[in-house]
Every structure is written in structure tokens, then in C-alpha cells.
């Protein structure tokens, strides 16, 4: 750790600026400010590293001050010495100096190439640059085409300015040469304190690149050779100033307004850095570029020296003692001073080496001078390449990052209308494939420009399972989250009508879902489609799944339909069924009866024939005469019953026989039936004629009965043919019966 060295010069005094009052004292390394008759004020005292007063030469304070630096940055070490004051108090003076008394710059380019020269095991490679900081913009002053150049810094480099131009120099005249047309495009401007007083910051910048000497030229290099780089900045700074006393406008003023806002955060910076380690917290380098650019000399790895410039006029004690605190609190800081090494052979000294080795070797016999012309020419060339090419690669580094924001944007935008259809394809849309074939194709793209983009800055994000969605109605669309989902382009949401019919009506109220928080995420750029096509594609792609997804839908309400339709149906063939099977088991039972029928009947026509057959027997016991014409209708009664059974009983018995087919067609009954005809036909023919006696022993018969017995024999005679008429009556109803059977039958 070692600290800032500061100094305070004096500027002479201006005659006609003579103090009445107040003169500031120099004694030794402490100035104070004093009265007139000698008498020191109290708190106005400051002790510094060199104090000079108006009778040092420039020669002197760059002894004093500066020289150990120039001498460090030729060993390798970073050096910063910078001229600080307000206007008018000789910085520039003091950087730059004037024909007979060469400023600080002049002497440390002199000292640096006199001292490598002195170095005799180590052989040097030394660039310059100047620069100036503008109304807050790096103008390079070796080429003026080279405005508002940007501050980078990476690790190899640390901080610099991309695009600056640097020249290699092996000599001081060439640099003096260098400088003076540098301070041509210088911007200075009169002001009431100063007829040529600077507008910018200036920075002249020498890098310092050594290596030991080494006999053996051949490009084997070793990993040990360390090349050592050190930067020296010179910085001559525009002077904090007064409005009221430089009586600046115009464009004055708005230089006069930058110098003083950069020189305060200058001011900031040193405050906080004068804090200590454990107060320090944040440094703001980076609120000004002087101050990003000085960042290595203040607290940094630089050996720094700060030049406090005062004008000891009594009428600008108030600057004084602003700049005399400035430098008192620059002297509490430390830097963290180290040799700079690096160990590759990528630096610039060892290419620089071969190639002059290289070209010594074709130009051998050629005049020295000329020779060593054309290879300082070729190192030029040779470091506006690299220049050239480090400034393409900081263009595409911008171009990458644009890119990138370029691709996060249209990612976000993606991920809005993933989010849309995962609500649209989880709104009561329950026909898996559709869901899944929206849902996974853009999932799968997003995955796929994922896998693109996350070589660079993204990852995938993880897509949340979306709720099962609802129709929704928002209420209020003042009251919408920041962080809403919202769609980017309206014709990709699904209207509330085509919302209702997705969701079967189901509505809900938006106000009361949790919004889906928004993604952070990427574009899908393919390999062979720019971001912007890749976005519409998509798009495209989402609008047509979401027809399909429409068209789906639809057809899935229509088959719906269809089904009901067909289910309502099928419940009535069910019922039609239930009916006709009530019938044909009714019609069973009926074909069950009616089969059954014959073999009652037959049944009851066995019966009858069996009362038939005992009311013969008892007929027959009342007939004493075989003769007798009652005996004769009795038989003929008889066989006509006992046939009429026998053909009732046949007919029957067919009826209840399985293998033998119950017709009325059956020719043995229709034979019997005429039979059983004729017979009754007969009888009754005989019957009607056997109502007169016929004979005389009849006519007889009748005479002799008493008048008891002729009503006895009349009355039995009576129910004889009674009864007769019974049997008669039951064949022919059994007559009749047949026939309706056989009708039946049929
Ligand atoms: N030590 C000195 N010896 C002789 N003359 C000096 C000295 N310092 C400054 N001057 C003169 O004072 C005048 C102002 O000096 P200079 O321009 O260097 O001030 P400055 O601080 O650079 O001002 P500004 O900030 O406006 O650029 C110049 O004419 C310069 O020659």
C-alpha cells in the first residue's frame, strides 16, 4: 500500500493582484495562510508532500513530484500524475510548461526514453495516446475523425478507451512531435480568467511494454517470459470555476458547467476513498468519465501523484482553500502498487519482436536508417490493425448484446402467447390430444429457441401448469395488475361466445382468479429463420391450432347432440321392447291355453261319454219290449251318441298329439262327421215316423190300458222321450261344438 503523493504549486502572483490583506505562506512542505503583518490564521494551515512556491520551476516540481513516478512505470509499475486546481492557477503550466521551462509531460517523456536507455538488460516498447474529455465525450486528439470513443474495460486490459489511437514511439522528439499535434485539436477557450484557458480534460497516456533481453530470436518462447506493461497517465485537467468570475456564457458556460460536475464527482470520489477501507462503501467511478478513467491511479494499482495548483491572490482564497482541502484529502489515500506481468505470448511486445526480427532478415543489406523507418512503419500498421480489429470486436460485442435484448424481448412476447394458450387449451377443452398438441407445440418450441439462446445469457423457463381455465368476465380493466398476462395482439383471443360454448357456460369472474405472474423469457429464433419471422411463425401457428382447436370443439357439441339423439332413442326401443316382450309372453300363455285346450276338452268328452254311457244303461233298464219303438230309438239314440264321442275323442286326441298336426282339415274327422250326420239324419227321420202306432197289436196295446196305467205308461213315456230329446240336445250340441272347434283350428 503506498500513499497518493500530493503537492501543492504555487502560481507567481499577479501584479496587478497584489493582497492587502492576506498572503499565503510557504514554508517548507506547509502552506498557511497569513495577514499581511505576518500573523498566521488559525485552521488555514495544510502540510503536503512538496509545497513550491511561485519561484519553482517546472523542473523542479516534476523532481519533486513526479519524476519517482516516470521512473516506476519504466519498471513496470502504473503511473498517474495529474495537475489540479482552479483556473488559472498554472496546470497547464505545469503539465505542459512553455519554451524555456518544459511542463511535466515534456520532462516524463524525456525522462522515460532516457531512463530505458539506461536499462540495458531489458529491452521496451512504448505507444502513446492523447485524449481529451470534452462536455463529457473522449475525443482522441491524435485523430481527430476519433470522437466520443466509449470506456471499456475487460480483464486482460482493465479499463480503456475502445478506438483509441496509439502510435508506437522509440524516441522523445517523435512523441514531442506527436504531442504537439495532438495539442492542436486541444479545445481551449478565453474566459475572464484566463485568455487560454483549457475546456477539456486532457489525458496523455504512455504504455510501457518490457521484456528482458533475450539472445535467442526464434518464436519458441517460453512460458516464462514475462512481458511487463505499465500505463503513465498525464492529465492535465480543466480548472473548477466560478461563473461570476470567469463571466462565462454560452458555450462557455456549458463547458464551464461539465468541467465543474466532472471535477466534483473527481471530488466524491476522493472524499470517499479518504474515508478509509471500512467507511469507503461505494465509489462512484463510474459517475464520470475522469474519474472512470483515472479509476486504476485513485485507489487503485498506480503510483499516483496529485499537482494541487493555487493562485495566491487574495480575491480567489475561497478556490484556495477548496483546492487545499481537495489535496489534503487526496493524501489519506492509498494504492495497491504491483509490478505488472503478464506471462502470454499473445502480448504485443513478443509479435512486434518477431515480425522486426522477420523483416531485419529481408531487408538485410539495406541502409540501417531506412530499415529501421520501415519496420517502425509496419509496427504502426501493425497496432492500427489491432486496434482496428479490438474495435470490431467491442462493435460485435454491442451487436451480440442488442441481439440478445432483441431475442428476450421476442421471447417475452412468446411466452405471453404460451400463456394464452395454455388458457385456451385448458378451458374446459377435455379432448386430451387437442390440448396436448397446442399446448406441447409450443412448449416444444419455446424449449427448442431455449436450447438456442441459452448458450448466450437464458435458460428455459419453466412453463407453470395453467389452472384449469374458465370463461371470465373482467369486471374493471383499471384494475389490472402489472404483471397480467395480457395479450400482445387481441385477434389472438378467443371471443366470449366461442368462450361460453368451450366452457358450457360455466362464467366466472376474472377479478377473483390469481393472475399468471409474467415470464421472464426467450425468443425462439430457429437456425435457419430470423427472431421476427420465428415470432410470426409462431404466431401464425398459434391462430391456426386455435381454429383447429375451435373446429374440435365444435364437432365434439355436435356428436354430443348426435349421442343425446341417440340415446333418447335407444331408451325407446328399450321400452317398445319391454312391450312386445309383455305381448309375446301374453301370446305364450295364450298359445299355452289354446294347446292345451284339446286335451281338456278331450278330457271332457271322455266325461261326458262316461254319463252318456250310464244314462243309456238306465234308459235302456226301463225298456221291456226289444221291439219296441222306444227300445229302437234308444239304440239308434245310443249309437249316434257313442259315435259323436268317438269322433269328438279322435278329434281331440289328435289335438293333443305333438306328431300329428291339429287341423280341421284332418279327412278321418270330416268322415266321421258325415257319418254321425247321416245317422242323426235317420234317426230323427225314424223317430218322427215311430210317433204313430203302426200296427194293430199297437193300436191294441193302447186300448186295453186302464185309464191308471194309460196315465201312468203316458207319463213314463213322456219322460223316456224327454230324455231322449237330453241326448239329442247334447249331441247336437256336441255337434255344434265340433264344428266351432274345427272353425277354431283353422
Ligand atoms: N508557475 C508559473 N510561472 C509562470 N507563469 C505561470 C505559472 N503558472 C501559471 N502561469 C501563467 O498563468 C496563466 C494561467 O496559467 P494556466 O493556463 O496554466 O492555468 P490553468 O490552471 O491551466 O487554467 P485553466 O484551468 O483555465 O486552463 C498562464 O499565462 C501561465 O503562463
Not at 530499415?371 to 486496434?387: F, G, P, S
Request: hydrophobic share 35%.
Amino acid at each position: 500500500m503506498e500513499n497518493i503523493c500530493v503537492g501543492v504549486r504555487v502560481r507567481p502572483t499577479v501584479p496587478s493582484e497584489l493582497s492587502n490583506g492576506t498572503y499565503w505562506k510557504v514554508e517548507e512542505n506547509r502552506i498557511s495562510l497569513h495577514k499581511v503583518h505576518g500573523t498566521p490564521i488559525s485552521g488555514l494551515s495544510y502540510a503536503f508532500d512538496h509545497v513550491c512556491d511561485g519561484s519553482c520551476t517546472n523542473a523542479m516540481v516534476y523532481e519533486l513530484l513526479t519524476k519517482d513516478i516516470m521512473h516506476a512505470a519504466v519498471e513496470g509499475f502504473n503511473g498517474t500524475a495529474f495537475a489540479y486546481g482552479q483556473t488559472s492557477s498554472g496546470k497547464t503550466f505545469t503539465m505542459s510548461g512553455s519554451e524555456t521551462d518544459p511542463g511535466i509531460i515534456h520532462r516524463a517523456v524525456k525522462d522515460v526514453f532516457a531512463k530505458t536507455q539506461l536499462i540495458s538488460d531489458r529491452e521496451f516498447l512504448i505507444r502513446v495516446s492523447y485524449m481529451e474529455i470534452y462536455n463529457e465525450e473522449i475525443n482522441d486528439l491524435f485523430a481527430v475523425e476519433n470522437q466520443k470513443l466509449q470506456i471499456h474495460e475487460n480483464l486482460e486490459r482493465g479499463v480503456f478507451v475502445a478506438g483509441l489511437r496509439e502510435e508506437i514511439v522509440n524516441n522523445t522528439e517523435q512523441v514531442l512531435k506527436l504531442i504537439r499535434s495532438g495539442e492542436v485539436n486541444r479545445h481551449f477557450g478565453e474566459t475572464n480568467m484566463n485568455v487560454r484557458s483549457s475546456r477539456s480534460h486532457t489525458i496523455f497516456r504512455m504504455v510501457i511494454e518490457s521484456k528482458a533481453k533475450d539472445t535467442n530470436l526464434s518464436s519458441d518462447y517460453s512460458s516464462s517470459d514475462a512481458i511487463r506493461v505499465s500505463v503513465l497517465n498525464l492529465v492535465d485537467l480543466a480548472g473548477s470555476e466560478r461563473i461570476a468570475k470567469t463571466g462565462a456564457g454560452g458555450v462557455r458556460l456549458k463547458e464551464g458547467k461539465h468541467i465543474n460536475k466532472s471535477l466534483m464527482v473527481l471530488g466524491n470520489v476522493i472524499n470517499k476513498l479518504s474515508d478509509g477501507a471500512k467507511q469507503r462503501g461505494h465509489i462512484p467511478y463510474r459517475d464520470s468519465k475522469l474519474t472512470r478513467i483515472l479509476q486504476p491511479a485513485l485507489g487503485g494499482n498506480a503510483k499516483t501523484s496529485i499537482i494541487c495548483t493555487i493562485a495566491p491572490e487574495e480575491v480567489h482564497i475561497e478556490e484556495t482553500k477548496g483546492t487545499l482541502q481537495f489535496a489534503s484529502r487526496a493524501k489519506c489515500i492509498t494504492n495497491c502498487v504491483q509490478v505488472n506481468e503478464i506471462l502470454t505470448d499473445a502480448a504485443l511486445l513478443k509479435r512486434q519482436k518477431l515480425e522486426i526480427e522477420e523483416l531485419r532478415k529481408k531487408l538485410q543489406g539495406s541502409h540501417a536508417e531506412v530499415l529501421e523507418q520501415v519496420i517502425l512503419t509496419l509496427r504502426n500498421d501493425l497496432l492500427k490493425h489491432e486496434l482496428e480489429r479490438e474495435k470490431l470486436q467491442i462493435e460485435l460485442e454491442d451487436e451480440r448484446k442488442s441481439h440478445r435484448e432483441h431475442d428476450k424481448s421476442i421471447w417475452e412476447q412468446q411466452m405471453k402467447i404460451v400463456d394464452l394458450c395454455d388458457i385456451v387449451t385448458s378451458s374446459g377443452f377435455d379432448t386430451k390430444s387437442g390440448q396436448d398438441s397446442v399446448t406441447q407445440c409450443l412448449k416444444q418450441e419455446c424449449n427448442d429457441s431455449n436450447s438456442i439462446c441459452h448458450g448466450d445469457t437464458f435458460r428455459t423457463p419453466c412453463v407453470k401448469a395453467s389452472p384449469k381455465a374458465f370463461v371470465a368476465k373482467r369486471s374493471s380493466y383499471l384494475t389490472l395488475p402489472d404483471y397480467s398476462p395480457l395479450p400482445d395482439t387481441f385477434s389472438n383471443v378467443v371471443d366470449e361466445d366461442t368462450w361460453l360454448r368451450i366452457n358450457k357456460g360455466h362464467i366466472v369472474d376474472l377479478d377473483s382468479l390469481q393472475m399468471t405472474l409474467a415470464r421472464k423469457v426467450q425468443s425462439f429464433p430457429s437456425s435457419d429463420a430470423t427472431p421476427a419471422c420465428s415470432s410470426e411463425k409462431y404466431r401464425q401457428e398459434v391462430q391456426y391450432l386455435k381454429r383447429k382447436l375451435l373446429i374440435a370443439t365444435e364437432e365434439r357439441n355436435e356428436l354430443e347432440i348426435t349421442c343425446t339423439c341417440l340415446q333418447r332413442e335407444h331408451a325407446e326401443q328399450i321400452l317398445l321392447n319391454h312391450r312386445l316382450m309383455d305381448d309375446i309372453s301374453g301370446l305364450q300363455k295364450e298359445a299355452k291355453l289354446i294347446q292345451e285346450m284339446p286335451k281338456r276338452l278331450s278330457e271332457s268328452v271322455a266325461d261326458c261319454k262316461d254319463i252318456y254311457g250310464d244314462v243309456l244303461s238306465i234308459m235302456q233298464s226301463f225298456v221291456f219290449d226289444e221291439k219296441s219303438t222306444s227300445a229302437k230309438l234308444l239304440s239308434s239314440t245310443s249309437e249316434i251318441g257313442m259315435c259323436l264321442f268317438r269322433t269328438l275323442e279322435t278329434h281331440f286326441s289328435m289335438g293333443t298329439d305333438d306328431h300329428i298336426p291339429f287341423t280341421g282339415n284332418n279327412s278321418l274327422i270330416q268322415e266321421q262327421h258325415k257319418v254321425l250326420y247321416e245317422k242323426l239324419t235317420s234317426t230323427i227321420t225314424s223317430l218322427v215316423l215311430s210317433q204313430t202306432p203302426t200296427t194293430e197289436n199297437e193300436q191294441l196295446e193302447v186300448k186295453q190300458c186302464s185309464c191308471e196305467n194309460k196315465v201312468a205308461a203316458w207319463s213314463q213315456l213322456s219322460r223316456f222321450h224327454a230324455l231322449i230329446m237330453i241326448l239329442f240336445s247334447i249331441m247336437l250340441l256336441g255337434l255344434f261344438y265340433l264344428n266351432f272347434f274345427c272353425i277354431l283350428t283353422l
